[in-house]
C-alpha cells in the first residue's frame, strides 16, 4: 500500500492550493483519512480528518478555511485549503486508516509530504 501525496507549491498569503492523496495498492477497505502537518521548528499536527460515516472534523484553526474529502472511485484524499496564510506553511502528510488484502486488520498507513509555502 502507498500513499502519494502532491499539490503542494508556493503559494501568496491569501491564495488557494489543492492537495491530493492517492491511495494504491491492494486495498479492502478505507476506514477514516487524515491530513497533518509539521511547519519548521514545530511538531506534527492534525489539520483535518474524515471518517467513513464522511463526517469531517478540523481544529478551529482551520475551521472555514480547509475542506477534507475523499473520492471513493479514485482512492484519493483531497484538502483544500483557501484563505491561506503564512503560518500555514509546513509539509503536509496524508495518512489513512486501512486494511490492505495482506493484513487481517487495519492499520494507518503514511504517505511522504508535500511542501506548502504560503509568502507575505
Known amino acids: 500500500v502507498q500513499l502519494q501525496a502532491s499539490g503542494g507549491g508556493l503559494v501568496q498569503a491569501g491564495g488557494s492550493l489543492r492537495l491530493s492523496c492517492k491511495v494504491s495498492g491492494a486495498i479492502f477497505s478505507i476506514n477514516t483519512v487524515t491530513w497533518h502537518r509539521q511547519g519548521p521548528e514545530k511538531g506534527r499536527e492534525l489539520v483535518a480528518t474524515l471518517n467513513s460515516g464522511g463526517n469531517a472534523v478540523y481544529p478551529d484553526s482551520m475551521k472555514g478555511r480547509f475542506t477534507i474529502s475523499r473520492d471513493n472511485g479514485k482512492n484519493t484524499v483531497y484538502l483544500y485549503m483557501n484563505n491561506l496564510k503564512p503560518e500555514d506553511t509546513a509539509v503536509y502528510y496524508c495518512?489513512?486508516?486501512?486494511?490492505?488484502?495482506?493484513?487481517?486488520?487495519?492499520?494507518?498507513?503514511w504517505g511522504q509530504g508535500t511542501q506548502v509555502t504560503v509568502s507575505s
Open positions: 495518512a489513512a486508516y486501512l486494511k490492505s488484502d495482506s493484513v487481517s486488520q487495519f492499520e494507518w498507513n
